[in-house]
């Protein structure tokens, strides 16, 4: 077998294969696969320049009735020569990237670029256009044997290397939201794609190894999360058409919003909260749940299940895999009717996947013991911001200093994170710069909690009662009883602020009097006190 370079025009290539010259063998050839939008796009390939790969032809000579032949047959390259073959033929237009934008799937670079073929078959485009096509050289491999079975091992040696599968395509797509998948799922052999450790330490996944599966994972998980993001109760398919159109969605990812920063968050606590731990292999539907039924933890909540995560997920996986020993039987158990059979069939639908999540959830909520809920008001408001300034007497619970109102932040005593309340007994008043954080908020907290103790025990509340007279009763500090007259009252009136009459409500801290709305907020605080006027 001899093997030689050569180049051939387009328009030769055409002529060929119009005379008959340049064939398919079909004992060995796949037919025509390639869909009409394969074909656009190669011929875009064509126009725009880019180099296409060898195409291997057997060149056969041969003497029929004393007189010589020549023919070509198509060992590699079938799908292309008929591509140019039938724009040639005016079979069909050309992609718009714009105008076309939902066939075509252009990346956004080209958007900017012109595209005068765009929407064109071939006899629209101007000569030039033409002549430009028809005198494209491709790089041909010409092979000679007498031998066709030689010719046959070639091909077979030729379709023996593994395509590109569908996450290994992805990889190479153009866009912000391929780097971030990449950076996730990881590419070892590309130093800045290592990878998180939620999917090789959690997982005992292999991103230099398995052909793209991790990264697949990672963005079926970011597809469900940022799903779920904008509505709660919507599940997508995560199969690969929608992973395409979802790569196509995002080419311009934004790597910096909140939301992508919650899912990074969230896989770091999974990794340091399961990483390195001994139990069986965790697989794809594991990280879903986890990575959603966090999100769905993350804010509402306090920590405390973080220390029971671990041993909640092992117990639902082993019912799990106790379950699966009753799929057979008259009444499996519930975890594999509502689970384990959704792991087994249309797996990347999102039918399967809410179905298998409620569960998941139902489950898992039990199994992680009493959740505390944090209180649902997370800012102080202006009032009680400037009640806690004036109480506080402007100066920071951290560093002693005085504060500027401007400069001033209202810090929760017991962490919100942790279950405290949003309350004025709660807070304090610090500087920016002094907010306690992380450790130190805790370490804070430890210290500062005796003092606030000891101080609501010595103040006693006000309690303001309404009679069904036009008086309100006062119960004072040392457990007299004082009655005040209310203006413009009627009998079955609850005493209002500016009812009360002969009594003024004084700041402790500044010797001055209240506002109408500061009395109304703070009557039942422990830090607040009267006097007779």
């Given at each position: 077998m001899k093997m030689a370079r050569d180049e051939f025009k387009v328009a030769d290539?055409?002529?060929?294969?119009?005379?008959?010259?340049?064939?398919a063998n079909p004992e060995y050839q796949r037919g025509e696969v390639w869909s009409g939008t394969q074909q656009k796009k190669l011929i875009d390939s064509v126009m725009r320049g880019y180099p296409l790969p060898l195409i291997y032809l057997h060149h056969i000579q041969k003497t029929v009735a004393g007189m010589q032949r020549e023919d070509f047959e198509i060992i590699d390259g079938?799908?292309?020569?008929n591509a140019l073959y039938y724009f040639a033929e005016g079979a069909y237009k050309l992609l718009d990237p714009i105008l076309d934008d939902r066939e075509a799937r252009f990346p956004n670079f080209l958007k900017t670029q012109p595209c005068p073929w765009g929407q064109k078959d071939f006899q629209q485009l101007p000569a030039?256009?033409?002549n430009r096509f028809l005198s494209t050289s491709l790089a041909v491999v010409k092979i000679t044997t007498d031998d066709e079975n030689e010719a046959r091992d070639l091909f077979i040696r030729l379709q023996a290397g593994l395509a590109l599968n569908a996450q290994e395509t992805r990889d190479a797509w153009p866009g912000q939201i391929t780097d971030?998948?990449?950076?996730v799922g990881g590419k070892p052999k590309v130093a800045r794609y290592p990878g998180h450790g939620f999917f090789q330490r959690v997982l005992g996944m292999k991103p230099g190894q398995d052909r793209g599966n991790t990264r697949k994972l990672a963005a079926q998980l970011l597809m469900l999360f940022l799903s779920r993001r904008n509505n709660a109760n919507q599940y997508v398919d995560i199969n690969r058409n929608a992973i395409d159109d979802f790569y196509y969605r995002n080419l311009d990812f934004d790597t910096e919003n909140q939301d992508v920063k919650r899912f990074l968050a969230i896989l770091d606590k999974l990794e340091q909260l399961l990483g390195g731990q001994k139990r069986p292999r965790l697989v794809g539907h594991d990280a879903i749940h986890m990575v959603l039924l966090l999100d769905s933890l993350w804010d509402n909540y306090t920590r405390s299940w973080e220390s029971t995560l671990p041993g909640a997920l092992d117990s639902f996986r082993h019912d799990l895999v106790l379950a699966k020993g009753t799929r057979y039987e008259l009444q499996p158990s519930e975890y594999w009717t509502r689970y384990g059979q959704w792991t087994t069939t249309r797996t990347d639908n999102s039918d399967s996947i809410a179905r298998r999540h409620a569960f998941y959830v139902e489950k898992m909520l039990a199994l992680l013991g009493p959740l505390q809920k944090k209180d649902p008001k997370r800012l102080f408001g202006d009032l009680e911001r400037e009640l806690i300034y004036y109480r506080d007497k402007k100066l920071c619970a951290v560093c002693k200093a005085d504060v500027v109102w401007n400069e001033s932040e209202i810090h929760?005593?017991?962490?919100?994170?942790?279950g405290g309340p949003t309350t004025v007994d709660n807070g304090v008043l610090v500087h920016i710069a002094c907010h306690p954080k992380g450790f130190a908020a805790t370490a804070f907290s430890a210290q500062f909690r005796p003092k606030a103790t000891?101080?609501?025990t010595v103040d006693t509340v006000i309690r303001v009662k309404a009679n069904r007279t036009r008086f309100a009763t006062l119960t004072a500090p040392d457990g007299t009883v004082h009655q005040a007259p209310m203006k413009n009252a009627t009998q079955n009136d609850v005493p209002a602020m500016e009812h009360l009459t002969g009594l003024v409500f004084i700041n402790p801290n500044t010797g001055t009097g209240l506002s109408t709305l500061a009395k109304q907020k703070l009557l039942d605080a422990a830090d607040w006190k009267y006097t007779l006027a």
């Open positions: 290539l055409l002529d060929l294969r119009r005379n008959e010259m340049l064939r079938q799908q292309r020569i030039d256009m033409q971030f998948v990449l950076r929760h005593v017991e962490g919100h994170a942790e000891e101080q609501a």
